[in-house]
């Protein structure tokens, strides 16, 4: 077998090389000229690393810190720790406050400074400031009948409506809910304002109150007392929501020139509506978030309403929060200015409640509690602040 492979091999060359005589010899096809990318006009643009929202920082940082007396954010405290005390990172925190003196002014002040790291928090652009407004619990009056004064409906949660829990199918959308009613086998938006004011809900009236303005504000504020016609004071809270996104009235009024920025207050948007009666409607339906109530009994008035946190606000110390940024619970600490001001206020407060309207990582809504003195302040409460939030050092 080797022998006869290097005859056939030669035989080859052979036939090769005659071949090669017989015709012109052939080029070799030159290379292809490498493509070349034209050079990049203008600026290369590189990601930067993202900005942490929460930055850890020392007390020292925190404007008036050293003035605020944070005893009268102690019961504050210790309403988080009843929604709190559960958590790992909470439970220590939560036994200690517990066991101490309230009224020791040092002591209060050693043991947020000793158990808590502040961080400033930040949006996700960087800025460290955002808006700060206020909300208080609304007073109105009402019936359980319709009669008389009484034609403006406070709802109860209509037995048609369906949440779902995204996160129970995808985890990844863990927190966040739809809301709709069902079309056959199909899950539909449910009603916005404008249909439900078309198409009224007869036989799901909680109460019927006599303005519907102060109705209106009653579900951005989220919870308010009804003193009804027969003498009794009763507490409505929130309940559900229709599932549509909350759109602010005042922002529209502004958008169509109707009033200016500095106009946009509760006050100047009750204003508007006593001078436009024909456009009250029109006005309402610009938001088409639609909140249902439940009534509670008010067993001990000075107790503010219940929070997202499930505990009683506490006027002064309360805020809500964007809880996809904040800690529910967590104590928060807030540089602001006062409303309608340029007077600082510098102040612990207890991030105990949400709402459809606060969204982002700087922005909180003050809770000033009940009375005229309240609902004139959070009206006029529009001012640009800085947040710290106040970890445990477990959970730092």
Sequence with gaps: MPSTRRSVTASLALVAFLSGCSTTPQQPPKPA???RMPPPVGPVYVPAAPTPLMTPTTFSALPGWEQDDLRQAWPALLQSCRGLASKPDWKAVCVAARAMDGSDAAAVRGFFESRFVPNLVRAADGADTGLITGYYEAMLYGSRKRAGAYQTP????PSDLLTVDLGSVYPQLKGMRLRGRLSGKTVVPYSSRAEIARAPFAGKELLWVNDPVEAFFLEVQGSGRVQLDSGETVRVAYADQNGHPYKAIGRWLVEQGELAAEEATAQGIRAWIAANPGRRQELFNVNPSYIFFREEKLPDPSLGPKGALGVPLTPGRSVAIDPAF?????????ATTEAGSEVPMQRLM???????????AVRADFFYGFGPDAMDRAGKMKQRGTVWVLLPRAAQ
């Design 33 to 35: 000229e490498p493509v």
């Design 154 to 157: 406070l709802y109860r949660v």
């Design 326 to 334: 904040v800690p529910l619970g967590a104590p928060l600490y807030l």
């Design 350 to 360: 207890m991030a105990q409640d949400t709402g459809g309207a606060i969204r982002g």
